[in-house]
C-alpha cells in the first residue's frame, strides 16, 4: 500500500525485502508440510510391524503348543508300553498261587490212633487209687499204687549195686518181671541224686539212689525220678507219688483203672492183661 509519507529509498528497501522473504516462507510452509507427511507414514510403518510380530508370535505359541501335546501324548504312550511290559514280565516271573490238592480220604486206621484213653479235667489227667502203668524200656506193664501222701515215687529194686562210668555215679538194680515169679532183669541208670531214708524202727538211715524212669499211664507219657526201694513186701512194684502227682495228675479216690493204656502196649508189653 502506497504511503507518500514513506520515502522512495524506504519503500525500495523494503520491497526487495519483502521479494526476499516469499521464497523463504514458501519454503518453510512446504518444509512443515512435508515433516508431518513423514511422521504419519512413519507411525503407520510401526503399527504394521508391530501387528506383524504379535501374529508372528501367536503363530509360534500355537506352534509350541501343538509341539508340547504331541510329545506329551507320545510319552503317555510310551509309559503306558513300559507299564504293560513290566506287568508282563512279573506275572511271567511270578507263578500265581495254586490250590493245594484235596488229599485222598484215608481209610480208618483204629490202631494208629488207638493212643490210650483217659479222663481229664483242665488238662490235668484223673487216675484212680491203682492204674496200669508202662514203663519204657523193658517195655513191663505193672500196677502201680497212686499216692497222694509219699512225696517221691518208688521203683521196686533188687540187688542195687553202684558203680562209676565216665567220672559220674551210676547204679545197677534188678527189677521184677510182671507175671513171672522170681524172675527180675538186670538195668543200668545214672544216679540223678541220692536220698536219705530214716527208718521208724532202725537206728541211723540208709542212702537210697534216685534215677529217671520213662512210663505212661493212660495217653500221658513222661521221665521222673524213681526212688530203688526194695519192695517186695509191698503189693505193689511201682508207687506213683506227688513228684508226678503235682501239675499233672487228679486222683479220683473211689476209682481203679481208670485210664487204659493203647492197644498195641498191651497186646506186646509184658505182664499186660
Given at each position: 500500500m502506497y504511503n507518500p509519507r514513506v520515502p522512495d529509498s524506504q519503500r525500495e528497501i523494503m520491497l526487495s525485502t519483502s521479494k526476499l522473504l516469499a521464497p523463504a516462507l514458501l519454503a518453510l510452509a512446504a518444509l512443515l508440510s512435508g515433516c508431518t507427511v513423514d511422521s504419519v507414514a512413519v507411525k503407520r510403518y510401526e503399527m504394521q510391524g508391530l501387528q506383524q510380530a504379535v501374529a508372528s508370535q501367536q503363530a509360534d505359541l500355537t506352534h509350541l503348543k501343538v509341539t508340547g501335546d504331541r510329545q506329551h501324548q507320545e510319552l503317555k504312550g510310551l509309559q503306558s508300553d513300559a507299564t504293560q511290559r513290566i506287568i508282563a514280565t512279573i506275572q511271567q516271573q511270578v507263578e500265581p498261587p495254586k490250590c493245594p490238592p484235596v488229599p485222598e480220604p484215608r481209610a480208618c486206621d483204629t490202631e494208629s490212633r488207638d493212643t490210650g484213653t483217659s479222663d481229664r479235667v483242665k488238662g490235668k489227667l484223673v487216675v484212680g487209687e491203682v492204674e496200669k502203668a508202662f514203663l519204657v524200656g523193658p517195655n513191663f506193664v505193672y500196677d502201680a499204687r497212686i499216692d497222694s501222701g509219699a512225696e517221691t515215687s518208688s521203683m521196686d529194686a533188687r540187688n542195687v549195686q553202684r558203680f562209676e562210668r565216665d567220672g559220674q555215679e551210676w547204679v545197677r538194680f534188678d527189677i521184677p518181671v510182671p507175671g513171672k515169679d522170681d524172675a527180675f532183669e538186670t538195668l543200668e541208670r545214672e544216679v540223678a541224686r541220692n536220698v536219705r531214708i530214716i527208718q521208724a524202727n532202725e537206728e541211723g538211715h540208709?542212702?537210697?539212689?534216685?534215677?529217671?524212669?520213662?512210663?505212661?499211664?493212660?495217653?500221658?507219657?513222661?521221665?521222673?525220678?524213681?526212688?530203688?526201694?526194695?519192695?517186695?513186701?509191698?503189693?505193689?512194684?511201682?508207687?506213683?507219688?506227688?513228684?508226678?502227682?503235682?501239675?499233672v495228675m487228679l486222683i479220683d479216690v473211689g476209682r481203679e483203672y481208670g485210664t487204659e493204656l493203647p492197644r498195641s502196649i498191651r497186646t506186646s508189653a509184658t505182664g499186660s492183661n
Open positions: 540208709e542212702r537210697r539212689a534216685v534215677v529217671e524212669l520213662q512210663f505212661r499211664i493212660g495217653d500221658h507219657e513222661q521221665k521222673a525220678e524213681f526212688t530203688l526201694a526194695d519192695r517186695a513186701h509191698l503189693t505193689y512194684t511201682l508207687l506213683i507219688g506227688r513228684n508226678i502227682l503235682r501239675d
